[in-house]
């Protein structure tokens, strides 16, 4: 017995891909645009003295992000702007690129948010949340029975 792939050969078949490729796809891969919608990667790794958050944002330089804290709010936000033109004598040719992100994390009470650090290096932001001092797991230790 062999398996043989099934073909479908009725005239809706580029109806289909169309359908397929939009709602399997972003909307950029489907209209063409330069624009980047999408939100950037972020791992968040909790260690016993604090909490990172790694976001992955290669091609930005670290003038490009704006990280505020606001209540228990952390907001991570980039946003770049490119104009681009070019003259000859017989067109000029003017294009714009636009991309933007925003991400919002709830912050935990055992966050220390007085000494949040950030850094970024080679694409990667990466944010040092320290936790309080009553956050961090105690040694073990002995109860003696009376």
Known sequence: MSL????????????DNFFDTFFNNNLTDVIGSDN??????????????????EVAAPGLGKEDFDVNIEDSSL????????EEEETTEKYTRREFNYSAFKRSFNLPDTVNAE???AAYENGVLTLTLPKREEAKPQPPRKIDIK
């Open 4 to 15: 043989v792939k099934y073909n479908s050969n009725n005239g809706l078949r580029g109806f």
């Open 36 to 53: 980047n919608i999408s939100q950037p990667s972020v791992n968040v790794i909790e260690t016993e003295d604090d909490y990172r958050i």
């Open 75 to 82: 907001t991570i936000s980039a946003e770049v702007k490119k």
């Open 115 to 117: 000494n949040i650090a």
